[in-house]
């Protein structure tokens, strides 16, 4: 009996009951002779300098948005400061002198004030029988805008000189008449001692005219005033902020003060409902904080950021303001500002608008800043835990279903400014998928179907394809992430279209080879649409030949990138060889088994052993394969040669994968004389003292050919190949059923011509390891599960007909 037919006889007995035990047929394709290959996934390499487009980046300097620029106060402007109508009133002739008496927060002289008619419109006659106009409470806040008359009044009289209001118009004139006793050198501390109002008399005078209450939004505080709470809450926080005159060196001390400022400034303007846009008083407050830009101060910027972020800005000052995050967030030492404040809140409400065609290029620096900070790992991790990867495949799909507009001009910007954002949003997901929490994201947001979209909308853009590329081929070494893609539709002919359509671009070929090795290594269906993918072989094969002709130059002979794409060409190639349908086809295919020879021919173990080492694995996977079309077994005198100096090398990789591919092709009679005369059978008899599992599985796999021709018998026994077989049976066996199995074919094979030597010690392990109870097995149900269905369908059949076979022998008078 040989071992071919013990090996298809054990397959009979074994195959039913595999469909009842999982584990064992698991165990079972471990050890086919097809095997997946791994390998390192490429290197992202480090940006040098933080900038909205990497220096590897394919697009032109001129004619993307810049990465640097300068930012001050001027480049801001309060637009909201005009009156609604949007007319800008001319500035007065003259320079206002207006009295304290008449501010709504007035002090001494409040009483003095002229009472407000009881009706809009009416009119007091005077004891002399004149006419007075009518006077409204909070009349001083609505003169026109500052001018350069005004430049000299108090902070407060300022604010109220911004705030016109369309009912008031028509009072500019009259209000102008009553002069102020103040000069325009006023303090601003003065002021605001003599600027406080009791809560009594506002709450008087808004009982007596409702119409001209203060009012900044529809939402007040029932305990407080809302002048009141601009008295004490607001106007001296932007007195404090006056104080400041650009240009002046501030200490870090102070700066903690402004921030501290800033923030409280906040919260009360939070508590207040008066964020966004529902304080009238909106633009003077935003005016000022744009003043303290000037200071120079990134802790106080981002401070003020925030802060103008909630006041729900837009146009040119959204733009600015997501221009100043940016250039903060260029420099990785601002880092842990972000971490200590809510900013990230603020900037991820940018990227959830509804219509971002309205501020493409404040999201453009807004996620820009994003993806510089996603590099941090701390950041990143408090980016997830706020669903930034769900945010940015919501902000993609708007990019990728944009307006329709039938303008080309317009249709090509709106197509260049997505194409510049989607490189951030990319950028930002290729570094979060680092983080090992952020597979679920990925996993539960629809991520790979987004992200193959984009790719397919964006297959000329080669910054979009090259982040893409990353992130799929970091995600694709786990499992679950693996099976994920392999499901998306289409994915793997748009990687195949992309290699063929950028095949000279060596960071986007490498992601891709990698990321589909990674899908069928595991993948059944990928392996099998990769190959049913219409030109989808000879993109592969195309690719081979052309960076194979590179690397044959003597200047790139070493090149290690172009020897980095090989090297996951040919791993893919292995693992699409596992189907049996591609692994015939690629078996007879004469230009794929030419390109693996011509690796084995050229290179050199010792300085390319991955490169090396792979090819000969892919050999091996397709001499599996036993059909008459194979080329690899019509040429194995060839690869037999080749294998031969493999043999001699001093990497233990390289040696186990020739034997291995020996195993194979020793089927063929004349590949077992071509071992034998090249006495290759004493280099594989001598790996059985390895003591390694895998080593000794592999040269059994020539053994058992070798011991199946009666020609070679006798010579295996010289060699003392069946006291080797023994020790590895009994140091091995228990731990590896599987090998404990081919090494029992191995022996049987070796006893066919009647001869055995130290049949009675090989009994006696026989007969210990085919006793159940007397074996030793692990405490962890799952392992001993395994093993357990090891040793009776793998081993114990081959056992028992070998140990019988040896009591025949051994007993007087019956012949075997």
């Not at 409702?210 to 607001?234: H, I, Q």
């Not at 972000?338 to 991820?348: H, M, Q, V």
């Not at 800043?369 to 940015?392: E, M, P, Q, W």
């Amino acid at each position: 009996m040989s071992g071919m037919d013990l090996q298809q006889d054990s397959s009979e007995h074994v195959q039913p009951r595999l469909q009842r035990q999982t584990s064992a047929e698991i165990v079972s394709e471990a050890r086919r002779s097809l095997r997946a290959l791994a390998t390192q996934r490429p290197l992202t390499p480090q940006e040098k300098h933080r900038a909205l487009f990497g220096e590897s980046s394919s697009r032109a300097h001129d004619g993307r948005p810049p990465s640097a620029f300068s930012l001050h106060g001027r480049h801001f402007e309060a637009p909201d400061s005009r009156p609604g109508s949007g007319t800008r009133l001319s500035p007065l002739e003259h320079k206002p002198r207006l009295s304290v008496s008449l501010d709504e927060y007035g002090g001494d002289n409040e009483a003095s004030l002229p009472k407000p008619p009881a009706e809009r419109g009416s009119t007091r006659i005077g004891s002399g029988g004149s006419r007075t106009r009518p006077l409204r409470a909070a009349s001083i806040h609505r003169l026109p805008v500052m001018t350069p008359h005004t430049k000299n009044m108090s902070l407060e009289a300022r604010i109220e000189v911004e705030q016109p209001d369309d009912r008031e118009k028509l009072h500019y004139a009259d209000v102008t008449e009553h002069k102020t006793k103040l000069s325009s050198e006023t303090d601003l501390h003065t002021l605001l001692k003599h600027s406080r109002i009791p809560q009594t008399d506002v709450s008087t005078e808004r009982e007596a005219k409702p119409e001209a209450r203060l009012g900044y939004g529809d939402t007040c505080d029932d305990n407080m005033d809302d002048s009141v709470f601009w008295s004490t809450k607001v106007l001296p926080v932007l007195q404090e902020f006056e104080s400041f005159a650009p240009g002046d060196g501030v200490s870090d001390e102070i700066v903690g003060q402004l921030c501290i400022s800033c923030n409280r400034l906040h919260d009360a303007l939070a508590e207040r409902g008066m964020l966004g846009r529902q304080c009238k008083k909106r633009s003077a407050i935003l005016r000022t904080l744009f003043r303290l830009i000037d200071v120079g101060s990134d802790r106080l910027n981002l401070t003020l950021a925030k802060l103008i972020l909630a006041l729900n800005v837009s146009g040119n000052n959204l733009l600015n303001i997501c221009k100043l995050v940016f250039k903060i967030s260029r420099n990785a030492s601002n880092d842990g500002m972000f971490l200590a404040d809510s900013i990230l809140d603020s900037l991820l409400c940018q990227l959830q608008c509804e219509d971002v065609w309205s501020k493409a290029e404040a999201v453009l620096y807004c996620v820009g800043s994003l993806k510089l900070l996603s590099g941090n790992s701390a950041v990143s991790s408090r980016l997830l835990a706020k669903d930034f990867i769900g945010t940015l495949l919501q902000l993609s799909n708007s990019l990728m279903h944009g307006p329709v507009t039938a303008d080309v001009t317009t249709q090509r910007s709106e197509g260049i400014i997505a194409g510049h954002i989607l490189v951030q949003v990319t950028a930002a997901l290729r570094n979060i998928a680092d983080q090992s929490e952020s597979r679920p994201s990925f996993l539960s947001n629809e991520a790979f179907f987004t992200l193959c979209v984009i790719l397919e909308h964006h297959r000329s853009d080669l910054d979009i394809c090259i982040n893409v590329a990353r992130i799929f081929s970091k995600l694709s070494t786990y499992t679950e992430c693996c099976h994920a893609l392999a499901e998306t539709p289409r994915c793997c002919k748009l990687f195949l279209e992309l290699l063929g359509k950028h095949s000279r671009k060596q960071d986007l070929v490498v992601r891709l080879l990698f990321t589909l090795g990674n899908l069928t290594s595991k993948s059944v269906e990928a392996r099998e649409r990769v190959y049913e993918e219409e030109g989808g072989i000879d993109v592969l094969l195309d690719l081979f030949q052309a960076y194979q002709e590179t690397l044959s130059s003597p200047e790139q002979c070493h090149a290690p990138e172009k020897e980095d794409i090989l090297v996951k060409l040919i791993r893919l190639l292995a693992n699409l060889a596992i189907h049996p349908t591609v692994g015939t086809a690629l078996a007879a295919n004469s230009l794929c088994v030419q390109l693996l020879l011509e690796v084995l021919g050229r290179r050199c173990v010792e300085k390319s052993e991955e490169l090396v080492i792979n090819a000969v694995a892919t050999i091996n996977n397709l001499s599996y394969y036993q059909c008459e079309s194979s080329v690899v077994r019509s040429q194995h005198t060839h690869i037999s040669q080749l294998l031969l100096k493999l043999l001699l090398s001093s990497s233990m990789d390289a040696v186990l994968e020739a034997t291995r591919v020996f195993g194979n092709l020793s089927q063929i009679r004349a590949v077992r004389r071509f071992i034998m005369q090249h006495r290759v059978e004493q280099f594989v008899v001598t790996l059985l003292d390895s003591k390694t599992p895998d080593v000794c599985f592999s040269a059994c796999g020539v053994l058992i050919n070798l011991s199946a021709d009666p020609d070679h018998r006798a010579a295996l026994r010289a060699e003392g190949t069946t006291q080797k077989l023994m020790d590895c049976l009994r140091d091995l066996g228990p731990r590896d059923w599987h090998l404990a199995a081919v090494v029992c074919q191995t022996l049987w094979n070796c006893s066919l011509d009647g001869e055995m030597q130290h049949s009675q010690k090989l009994l006696e392990i026989l007969q210990l390891y085919t006793d159940k109870g007397a074996l030793q097995w692990p405490s962890d149900d799952g392992v001993r599960q395994v093993q357990e269905a090891c040793w009776e369908l793998l081993f114990l059949p081959v056992a028992e007909s070998l140990r019988q076979r040896l009591h025949v022998e051994d007993t007087p008078g019956i012949s075997p």
